[in-house]
């Protein structure tokens, strides 16, 4: 069972800056995407940014300019870099991978989440 380690999450100021890392906690093996999402209270859990295996970077409108998310393939590992906070960015964000298994499907893997408050 693979396990996703997350790390970074805290209480800062608005304007503030943090830095969220994930990576698994057992062997690597290759994988499709890896991202990040997260869920405020009372509301759905959303996607905030994702890297692909060869790259590509997608972002919520919400976050673009303000956070960039950055991968190691060989690693399994991600990170998100977050700018410029503001308090609508307060959730439990969640490490996501996912990967591909051996009957074509894909596979998507969870961190159990880190809280990021940001304090107006």
């Known amino acids: 069972q693979v396990q996703l380690v997350e790390s970074g999450g805290g209480l800062v100021q608005a304007g503030g800056s943090l830095r969220l890392s994930c990576a698994p906690s057992g062997s690597t093996f290759s994988i499709n995407s890896m991202g990040w999402y997260r869920q405020a209270p009372g509301k759905q859990r959303e996607l905030v940014a994702v890297?692909?295996?060869?790259?590509?970077?997608n972002y919520a409108d919400s976050v673009k300019g303000r956070f960039t998310i950055s991968g190691d393939n060989e690693k399994n590992m991600v990170s998100l870099q977050m700018n410029s906070l503001k308090p609508e960015d307060t959730a439990v964000y969640y490490c996501?991978?996912?990967?591909?298994?051996?009957?074509?499907?894909?596979?998507?893997?969870w961190g159990k989440g880190t809280l990021v408050t940001v304090s107006s």
């Open positions: 996501n991978i996912r990967a591909p298994t051996t009957a074509g499907w894909t596979v998507d893997y």
């Open positions: 890297v692909t295996s060869s790259g590509r970077t």
